[in-house]
Nanobody, 123 residues
Framework: QVQLVESGGGLVRPGGSLRLSCATS????????MNWVRQAPGKGLEWVSA????????SYADSVKGRFTISRDTARNTLYLQMNNLNTEDTAVYYC????????????????WGQGTQVTVSS
């Protein structure tokens, strides 16, 4: 049974940092692309970042490029998202997603999703 459990969210001031984690089980973590997707209040799903299973190559949405870093620890079957220089527009529920995700229109019915972790950026 595939399980994805996010943690690390919370309340942070603008300019602050958070590190999200996604503990996985039930599948060969090293053999799947992994993504972070977020949903801000009252808005649709937004793809944030991806990491390739083949070579660990990464990609980012323009809105987070240069501030967020995705990484993985295949020994611990865990995905990470280091978020620096946060701003109020980063406030959202962040989801860890197994498998390919549409960068333009993520779909909750495609892939396996965690329950999400809330990130709130506020002064």
């Amino acid at each position: 049974q595939v399980q994805l459990v996010e943690s690390g969210g919370g309340l942070v001031r603008p300019g602050g940092s958070l590190r999200l984690s996604c503990a996985t089980s039930g599948f060969a973590f090293y053999a799947y692309p992994m993504n972070w997707v977020r949903q801000a209040p009252g808005k649709g799903l937004e793809w944030v970042s991806a990491i390739r299973w083949t070579d660990g190559g990464t990609s980012y949405a323009d809105s987070v490029k240069g501030r967020f870093t995705i990484s993985r620890d295949t020994a611990r079957n865990t995905l990470y998202l280091q978020m620096n220089n946060l701003n109020t527009e980063d406030t959202a529920v962040y989801y860890c997603v197994k498998g390919p995700v549409s960068k333009l229109e993520p779909d909750r019915d495609v892939g396996s999703w965690g329950q999400g972790t809330q990130v709130t950026v506020s002064s």
